[in-house]
């Protein structure tokens, strides 16, 4: 949890996270821009975010998954071989 490429991982997901939420509530407003309530609709997002981050840090936390990382499945450079069996 304490590397530079757990941080990367977490905050690429973070942002798909404020993504995901900006879209959905752009596209339940009926995506008119203009009459959205942007302090809401950004901390709704900024919000997703920051839980989005947090669960990263619970995962890595967690005994499952690969070790050091975000997410709770194990990455596999192919079908078979988890990636952190591969590097070894």
Request: no cysteine; hydrophobic share 50%; charged share 15%.
């Amino acid at each position: 949890m304490f590397t530079k490429t757990f941080w990367a991982a977490a905050g690429e997901r973070a942002v798909k996270s404020a993504a995901q939420t900006l879209l959905l509530l752009f596209g339940g407003d009926g995506l008119n821009l203009l009459q959205l309530d942007w302090p809401t609709v950004l901390g709704l997002a900024a919000g997703a975010a920051v839980l989005s981050v947090l669960t990263s840090m619970v995962s890595a936390a967690a005994p499952v998954g690969a070790p050091g990382s975000p997410s709770l499945t194990v990455e596999t450079v192919d079908d078979h071989v988890p990636r952190h069996a591969a590097d070894d």
